[in-house]
């Protein structure tokens, strides 16, 4: 009795060794069979996912959200449209598509139109920039369309990654814009991006994850033609750092944005009240241009007013994910005009920012970084240098018209205004005068504390 026992337990093993090896093996068979066929963009996600499919809206009622008016109405009859704004230009397909990357990219759809080539960017009126960006081809009623090679569930979403590398840049005209566009296909959609950077996307990897459950694509090392239900050529933009929701796609606010963000970088304070800790500061350091001359003065004084100072260099600010969590522990944020002040968007509402402002920087430090501050919860303070505390009044003297009539060189084009403003000036701060500055940032941070 106990050898069949033994007999029976070892049958009982070898049938379920045979049952776990044959459900192992059917997945390598399947992509060994279909190969040509096989979706190398998280295949498991899509599977995973499809139980939700029903439970969102249609693909065309969720495109038709990008496009209002007579472009929505001409979405929907022709199944092809163009939003074009002063800033973006966004166009849309709702029919099937197919995308060839093997030579640059090239949309064909069955819309009867004429044949178009876009730029995928989000800044259209920055034509300086617009030179560096690949354009993509839109050909209509193409009569002999290459062959599908892959087919997808879920929509295409082509963007470029430009010439990134400067934070706000790659927030204002990318990031926020890709938000705008896709938030409401919650995650549906696969991103091919043109100009492929590989430095962008391990950047922004926690924020492209969260807009796409798919790999984003490279298309210049994918080289072969994929077929789409639907497509999105380029991204909606409204403002700078700004979102608009009473502009298309509706209903989005920078709040909405600040939560994503917070949720995709687990960032810990949503309000200032929540840091229980010595009020910290945080001091941007420029290295190039628009540099704190007498740096350690001032860092000095901070730390005499009370509070515990983070000095953020470029290297210490390289790495976005812990960088954010360190610019959210902070009750202030204090820098010159530049795009390392974009990182008030990690602040939790209540907090503090202080802006250098630079001569002839007055309505870019406004627009850029105060005004967006307001909108975000935070409390703005501007600090409008003096005359003599720019070096550019020991290059040409206090009364020559770069210093007293900054009209004058902005009369003079953009490329003139940079060369003198942006990349020729350093700063050598009135300590006295700026602590009277930082003291009411002191005060509207002990307040918002005792308020939360």
């Known amino acids: 009795m106990e050898s069949k026992n033994i007999w029976m337990e070892k049958n009982r093993r070898r049938l379920l060794f045979g049952a776990i090896t044959f459900l192992l093996i059917i997945p390598l068979l399947f992509v060994d069979f279909f190969g040509e066929n096989f979706i190398p963009f ?6 995973s996912s499809s139980s939700t499919i029903e439970e969102q809206k249609p693909l065309k009622s969720l495109l038709a959200r990008l496009v209002t008016g007579k472009d929505r109405r001409k979405l929907q009859t022709s199944g092809f449209a163009c939003d074009i704004a002063e800033n973006s230009i966004v166009c849309l397909s709702n029919q099937p598509v197919r995308i060839d990357t093997r030579n640059n990219i090239t949309i064909y759809d069955s819309s009867n139109e004429e044949e178009s080539s876009v730029k995928p960017y989000a800044l259209q009126k ?11 081809k839109i050909l209509h009623r193409n009569s002999n369309p290459p062959v599908c090679q892959y087919n997808h569930e879920i929509p295409a979403v082509i963007f470029s990654s430009g010439i990134s590398g400067n934070l706000f840049h790659e927030f204002n005209d990318i990031i926020i814009p890709l938000f705008l566009t896709t938030k409401h296909f919650q995650s549906r959609v696969l991103v091919i991006l043109e100009d492929y950077s590989p430095t962008f996307v391990i950047k922004f990897s926690k924020i492209l994850s969260r807009l796409s459950d798919y790999e984003v694509m490279n298309p210049s090392a994918n080289q072969t033609v994929h077929c789409f239900p639907g497509s999105i050529l380029g991204l909606k933009y409204h403002d700078n750092l700004a979102l608009n929701p009473k502009n298309i ?4 606010t ?27 500061m945080m001091l941007i350091s420029r290295e190039k241009t628009r540099k704190f001359l007498n740096q350690d003065e001032m860092v000095a004084m901070i730390r005499r007013l009370g509070f515990h100072v983070i000095i953020a260099t470029t290297k210490v600010a390289s790495n976005l994910t812990s960088f954010a969590s360190v610019v959210n522990s902070c009750n202030v944020l204090v820098g010159a005009h530049g795009a390392g002040l974009t990182n008030e968007m990690f602040l939790p509402a209540g907090a503090v920012l202080v802006q250098v402002e ?3 920087m007055e309505w870019a430090s406004a627009h850029y970084y105060g005004d967006p501050a307001r909108t975000m919860g935070l409390h703005y ?3 409008k240098i003096e005359p003599e505390e720019s070096s550019l009044s020991e290059v040409y003297g206090l009364n020559n018209s770069v210093i007293t ?8 084009g953009y490329r003139e205004v940079k060369a003198v403003y942006l990349d020729q000036q350093d700063l050598r701060i009135n300590i006295v005068r700026f602590r009277e500055t930082l003291l009411h940032a002191l005060q509207l941070v002990r307040k918002a504390s005792s308020s939360g």
Not at 42 to 47: C, D, I, L, T, V
Not at 405 to 412: L, R
């Open 42 to 47: 998280n295949p498991w996600m899509e599977e």
């Open 126 to 136: 920055d034509k300086y920039l617009l030179q560096f960006i690949s354009p993509v």
């Open 249 to 252: 796609p509706e209903g989005y």
């Open 254 to 280: 920078i709040r909405d944005f600040q939560k994503f963000l917070f949720e995709a970088y687990n960032l810990k304070y949503t309000h200032v009240s929540q840091i229980r800790k010595k009020p910290t």
């Open 358 to 360: 630079p001569i002839g």
């Open 381 to 383: 303070l501007r600090y």
């Open 405 to 412: 009539d900054p009209e004058s060189i902005y009369a003079m």
